[in-house]
């Protein structure tokens, strides 16, 4: 069984997130908006190290094939898969926005399916983390 997870931001991310749902379509923005919604938003500068944010690199493990994988979580101007920069409105980038190290979540994904991921590590890289 899954444990209850919680979802922390920083006001920034937060902020620069939801302008950025705007102008996304439906299917991709309601699951994140409502994750935004019950999340923690704390100071950008109280962000704990080992919570995924915009700009930080995740090696997560889905946990159904056992297959490990790295991103970088980034805006969707800045998305480029042979870089392995995630927008965080692809289904696994809004997966894993505001989860620790440790965490696991089970996200739906195109075509009715759930993934269950798990973050195993987060590196960031604040200086020019994902800003819009």
Do not use: Y
């Not at 950025?20 to 409502?34: D, Q």
């Not at 938003?41 to 944010?53: Q, Y």
């Not at 490990?68 to 998305?79: D, E, G, I, K, N």
Request: net charge neutral; proline share 7%; with cysteine.
């Amino acid at each position: 069984m899954t444990a209850p997870r919680t979802v922390v931001l920083s006001a920034g991310d937060n902020a620069r997130i939801l302008s950025t749902l705007e102008k996304a379509n439906a299917e991709v923005a309601e699951p994140l908006r409502e994750e935004l919604d019950a999340a923690t938003i704390l100071p950008d500068d109280e962000l704990p190290p080992n919570v995924v944010n915009m700009g930080a690199e995740v090696i997560f493990r889905d946990l159904e094939s056992g297959k490990s994988s790295r991103c970088t979580l980034v805006f969707p101007h800045q998305a480029d898969a042979a870089r392995n920069r995630v927008s965080v409105l692809a289904p696994v980038g809004a997966a894993l926005i505001g989860l620790a190290e440790g965490a696991t979540i089970a996200w739906p994904v195109p075509g009715g399916r759930v993934r269950r991921l798990q973050v195993v590590a987060v590196r960031q890289h604040r200086d020019h983390a994902g800003r819009a």
